[in-house]
């Protein structure tokens, strides 16, 4: 009876088809990679603390009850930045830890990043007693020279990070696939424009520099300094924009004339080829200070803009070389040969099954752009003063070498935060490497 019981077990064990798709089989050689899957729990962790980070660390409570009325003034806070509400008198003349409240729920952390504390100015220690006031908690990982609490910065630290690295590699994604795919789906064989369209878009690129950067170098400089960095990018983009569509539907017309409808072979893959070779000469980290440098009003937006737009190099180069391999498979020559447009057949066939490798780039991308912003933080180039920020916390150890605190919290999260986002990319190239299947 009972070999009769196991043979039953062993024959429903086999009978449970284990999933074969391309997507179920990385899953399982990702899951092999220790690391790599720890370093993917800290990072749900790391989300957790982002989405969260005014209910864990905000001195204004989550719930309160005064003179019988119930506010929420976190979420408040929230319809407070949209203009769609403002904030009572009392709220306003008063601290919200100096309110008299009927009930109350605190945050775990009862300070903001810019909760000043004056009952522990001056470098307050973790471990150092501490004069605290109702309602507020303690200063688990202590204060600056200023009392605020390092603890909220650090919360409100992660959330600047991940929207740096994310933001900014969303940005080089988008602008990488773009040139990586018709570099790669192209090459230098496929191409081919007339030639009154390859004059005429030259001559629009002349024109739409003169024009979008030359003749408004004095607008855009002085919209840079006054904050409208995206109403000078709208702007700049509407003339290129306006440049090149005229210029293309000249080339529409014109192209009817024999000799200029003739069609010449672009070689797309050399040009964009030698012009990531160009943006890669040029060293990153001082093309963003000098960038930065003449900004006057400086914003975390520029600097998400800035890395997104010159980190983009490495996914035009992995997602060019997938589509090299990709554009000579069997499906994309039966779509060719049921006469889709190349634009149908890139973005709904070639990309798709090539960005395999641009994930790997991806989250190389994060932890680089992570760093790069730490960096500029920690120097006070391009982030607002009172932007709190990893970066922004470890200088302050500067002033002062014996408050440890101030520069191992933030160095062992940077630390943490950039090793993660390795490690998942180290498992993700081991996952989709095809010779670990």
Request: hydrophobic content about 50%; glycine content about 6%; overall charge positive.
């Amino acid at each position: 009876m009972l070999f009769f019981w196991n043979t039953k077990k062993v024959a429903a064990a086999a009978a449970q088809e284990v999933p074969q798709d391309y997507w179920s089989i990385v899953r399982r050689q990702f899951a092999k990679n220790k690391l790599a899957v720890w370093s993917l729990r800290f990072f749900y962790g790391i989300l957790f603390i982002t989405v969260f980070a005014d209910i864990l660390a905000n001195e204004k409570p989550l719930f309160c009850k005064i003179d019988g009325e119930i506010h929420f003034p976190v979420f408040r806070q929230y319809l407070v930045d949209l203009n769609m509400a403002k904030w009572e008198d009392k709220f306003v003349l008063k601290r919200w830890h100096e309110h008299k409240y009927e009930m109350a729920i605190f945050p775990p952390i009862t300070y903001s990043p810019t909760t000043i504390d004056k009952k522990n100015l001056t470098y307050t220690s973790p471990f150092q007693e501490q004069k605290l006031s109702p309602y507020c908690s303690k200063h688990y990982l202590g204060t600056d020279v200023l009392g605020r609490d390092v603890a909220s910065g650090m919360i409100h630290g992660t959330r600047t990070a991940m929207m740096v690295g994310l933001v900014s590699m969303s940005i080089a994604t988008l602008i990488g696939i773009f040139f990586g795919a018709l570099a790669g789906y192209f090459g230098d064989d496929r191409m081919k424009v007339s030639r009154i369209r390859i004059i005429l878009n030259i001559l629009a690129f002349i024109l739409s520099i003169f024009y979008a950067f030359i003749v408004r170098g004095y607008d855009i400089a002085d919209g840079l300094n006054k904050g409208q960095l995206f109403l000078q990018i709208g702007i700049t983009v509407g003339i290129i924009t306006a440049i090149f569509v005229g210029a293309n539907l000249l080339a529409s017309i014109l192209k009817k004339i024999p000799f200029l409808g003739k069609k010449t072979l672009v070689a797309a893959d050399l040009l964009i080829m030698r012009f990531i070779e160009v943006v890669n000469s040029v060293p990153v980290l001082i093309l963003i200070l000098c960038i930065v440098a003449i900004i006057k009003n400086p914003s975390l937006t520029y600097v998400m803009v800035i890395i997104g737009l010159v980190s983009w190099t490495g996914i035009a180069q992995f997602i060019r070389a997938e589509l090299l391999r990709v554009r000579r498979l069997e499906y994309i020559e039966a779509a060719q040969a049921f006469g889709y447009s190349e634009w149908r057949i890139i973005t709904k066939h070639a990309i798709p099954n090539s960005l395999n490798s641009v994930l790997i780039t991806i989250a190389f991308g994060i932890a680089s752009a992570i760093l790069t912003e730490s960096f500029l933080s920690f120097l006070g180039v391009g982030v607002p003063p009172e932007q709190v920020t990893w970066g922004s916390l470890l200088s302050l150890s500067r002033e002062k070498f014996e408050a440890w605190w101030l520069a191992v919290f933030p160095g062992v999260a940077i630390f943490i935060t950039v090793t993660i986002f390795n490690l998942i990319g180290e498992g993700l190239s081991e996952a989709l490497d095809p010779r670990s299947k």
